[in-house]
């Protein structure tokens, strides 16, 4: 019996080689002066920025560019972006980049919109949380293939001062239209198209074995878990691969619709606070955990990680928890992320608080979690993980 559930997913999505092309009339649809936020140099080199506010010149459309993104993208940043947009009137926000970059354009839609600081709407365990009522409209051009940032309703943005790192979501901040060019993708280097990558299988995997999963979104999360495992390494190895190049966007843009609809589990919120206090790449602390991760799992949901064993290619008779943990460990070892917690400069005197974190803002991922961890659970997966 198929189980009640809501599928709702109000975005416009444009999906194809050269379709970068359409971004001058899509942001005519949302209004007349652009606040385009990208990361501090790829969107300039690529040329890909040129083409942009050529063709909003083209369409009248007035713009403000801010490039002051890095990778796990702080509330100070968020901040000071809205706090240019608003000064600057601008009427909806283009992000163009990757997920950190997609992430701060979706936040800086809130708070440009509200007058007020981004912690305010994210922090949602805390007593000075406002849930928000509008935002500015935006426009998400991904250009890497990795966080499913254009295709959901979630921004992940870290307090500096504190450490946390939660992603938070809103149906405001669903982008009005997403474009999804593979051939703006070609440049992107082996090592960040294997981070991207493997992000999305991280959000693919958890999303199918969730307490949560989504019916439609099931379906969905298992086709992209094949098109990760198929074709990433390909994408690595040659970067002009269109074919690879253009399968990996797909299974970006569906991942998304797992995030929004069957969430993630706790690979995501182990994941969040490390980074959050060790800024490690994100993909890089997932793959560290991924392993012990399956490990501690399986038990609670034999059948989804089976189902996830068949598009590793086991076949029934080696279908199992160990055989899984190694496939994905060759599967790790052949984009070149087969890493511990301790290359990436994780400390142990650090565990505590990072379990400490994981079930105070990420509680939601540790509940949905096939198996649900107590604190002594997660330090010991993190121990294991070094």
Request: net charge neutral; with cysteine; hydrophobic share 45%.
């Amino acid at each position: 019996m198929i189980k009640d559930f809501v599928f709702y997913l109000p975005i416009k999505i444009i999906f194809g080689s050269g379709k970068f092309n359409t971004a001058g009339e899509e942001a005519a649809k949302l209004g007349v002066k652009a606040f385009i936020v990208t990361g501090k140099r790829n969107a300039e080199l690529s040329g890909l920025l040129e083409r942009l506010t050529g063709m909003l010149a083209k369409k009248n459309i007035r713009w403000v560019h801010f490039n002051g993104v890095k990778p796990n993208p702080t509330t100070a940043v968020v901040d000071e972006a809205s706090e240019l947009a608003r000064r600057e009137n601008c009427d909806f926000v283009i992000g163009l980049g990757g997920g950190s970059v997609l992430d701060t354009a979706k936040a800086v839609a809130l708070s440009a919109k509200s007058g007020l600081p981004i912690w305010r709407h994210a922090a949602i365990w805390t007593k000075d949380y406002i849930e928000p009522k509008e935002a500015l409209p935006v426009m998400a051009i991904e250009t890497l293939a990795g966080t499913s940032s254009d295709s959901d309703n979630i921004a992940v943005i870290t307090n500096e001062k504190t450490g946390e790192k939660p992603g938070f979501s809103s149906s405001l901040i669903f982008p009005k239209v997403a474009i999804v060019d593979p051939e703006v993708m070609i440049s992107v280097p082996p090592r960040m198209t294997a981070i991207t990558g493997f992000d999305i299988l991280c959000h693919t995997m958890e999303g199918y074995v969730t307490k949560v999963s989504h019916p439609i979104a099931a379906i969905l999360n298992l086709h992209a878990i094949e098109i990760i495992v198929n074709y990433l390494p390909a994408a690595v190895r040659d970067g002009s691969n269109m074919d690879a190049r253009s399968n990996l966007a797909f299974a970006n843009v569906i991942a998304g619709f797992s995030l929004t609809h069957s969430k993630a589990a706790l690979l995501h919120a182990m994941e969040h606070p490390l980074s959050g206090h060790f800024n490690v790449t994100h993909a890089e602390g997932l793959a560290a955990l991924m392993p012990k991760w399956i490990e501690f799992s399986w038990d609670g949901n034999r059948k989804a990680f089976m189902d996830i064993g068949t598009k590793f290619g086991l076949n029934p008779e080696e279908n199992t928890k160990e055989n899984l943990v190694s496939a994905v460990r060759t599967f790790l070892k052949g984009i070149g992320l087969d890493i511990s917690l301790s290359k990436l400069g994780v400390k142990r005197e650090s565990f505590r608080k990072i379990a400490g974190d994981a079930l105070h803002y990420m509680a939601g991922g540790v509940a949905n979690n096939p198996v649900v961890a107590t604190e002594e659970d997660i330090v010991r997966l993190l121990e294991e993980s070094m």
